[in-house]
């Protein structure tokens, strides 16, 4: 049955679908395949030479398609001259993520620990549709990953209007939010939070925005997914400069300094640490850190640090490290110790 016009139009796009849900580098179709697959999945007859006419459109049209060349024969033309012919066949799609890639995408997707359930099976599901019909069974186990994660649906439109915020160089307003015991979210005021937006940065499975409470002078990080009723204003942010650290802010050192992404200033910290951990603290400090007075056992380790974080930090590796400096952090720290244990007494 001849084609009609519109289907005819259409053939060149079913090609390239079958290429993408067929094809990678380990799986490749030849001219009789795309055939068959064009009669079987759209109900569409093409002989070999419209086939290969479509294919080689597609390839002229900058689309990533990689084939083989197998000589057909060889013959001598009308001139007396040998001459080659080739018939192309092994097609497949080159991709822009291989299954790797993506897997690792998708994994972190499913372990961040803000984005909301729903929105983040929406997003592994676009992520899936990169890839061909052979991924997609690699990750069955993602329809019966739990909802375990408290859910702010505004999440994405939060995070739309802070990076336009921040291209456009405006101000934001917002409400910020805790947790109550009911599991939901409850403003910690009355009153919005006047934030001048500088740059928005994930670490440990959250999202913060790092920013200045128009207020003080002083660099803070607010918990995206922690913000509500998000407005964008005409207001010229306060440049990043007249804010205290703002001028030599550098967000990797940002990011080192402040580990539980606490506000307030940085200071350097000494701790005497048992060698055990310190895959553990190079995962947390980064290499900016000194040892020194290294023992068999022990090590001094010396690094800048947000105070609030490194007395959460040295709290959570309190069996193998002591706060040496400064001597408030360090007199802090055994307090904090002294009161658990005597909640374990009482």
């Not at 849900?21 to 007859?45: A, F, G, N, V």
């Not at 040998?82 to 497949?92: G, M, N, P, R």
């Not at 993520?97 to 690792?104: G, I, Q, V, W």
Request: net charge neutral; aromatic share 10%; hydrophobic share 35%.
């Amino acid at each position: 049955m001849a084609q009609t016009a519109p289907a005819k139009k259409m053939l060149i796009m079913n090609i390239l679908d079958i290429l993408k849900r067929y094809t990678d580098e380990e799986h490749k179709l030849s001219q009789k395949q795309i055939i068959e697959l064009l009669q079987s999945d759209y109900d569409m007859t093409a002989d070999r030479k419209t086939v290969a006419r479509n294919l080689s459109n597609l390839m002229a049209a900058g689309y990533p398609i990689e084939c083989r060349d197998d000589v057909a024969r060889t013959y001598i033309n009308k001139q007396g001259k040998k001459e080659t012919s080739y018939i192309l066949s092994d097609f497949y799609l080159e991709r822009d993520f291989t299954d790797a890639e993506l897997r690792l995408l998708i994994d972190s997707l499913l372990f961040s620990k803000h984005i909301p359930y729903s929105q983040c099976k929406e997003l592994v599901e676009k992520l899936e549709g990169l890839s061909n019909r052979y991924f997609k069974p690699r990750v069955r186990f993602i329809s019966t990953f739990p909802e375990t994660k408290p859910a702010n649906l505004q999440l994405f439109y939060t995070i739309e209007i802070i990076d336009e915020a921040i291209a456009m160089g405006k101000q934001v307003a917002f409400t910020y939010n805790k947790y109550g015991i009911d599991k939901k979210l409850h403003p910690r005021r009355e009153q919005e939070y006047i934030v001048n937006p500088y740059q928005m940065a994930a670490t440990n499975g959250r999202y913060y925005l790092i920013g200045n409470y128009d207020k003080y002078d002083y660099l803070a990080n607010y918990r995206i997914d922690r913000i509500t009723n998000i407005r964008l204003l005409d207001s010229p942010i306060k440049p990043k400069e007249q804010v205290e650290g703002g001028k030599q802010f550098s967000l990797p050192k940002h990011m080192a300094e402040h580990l539980y992404m606490f506000s307030g200033e940085s200071v350097p910290v000494t701790f005497r640490m048992k060698k055990g951990i310190l895959n553990d603290v190079i995962d947390w400090f980064g290499t900016d850190i000194t040892f020194s007075e290294e023992t068999e056992e022990e090590v001094t380790a010396r690094v800048t640090v947000n105070w609030s974080a490194m007395r959460h930090w040295a709290l959570q590796y309190c069996r193998h490290v002591r706060v040496l400096s400064p001597s408030d952090l360090a007199h802090t720290v055994k307090e904090d110790l002294q009161n658990a244990l005597n909640r374990y007494q009482s």
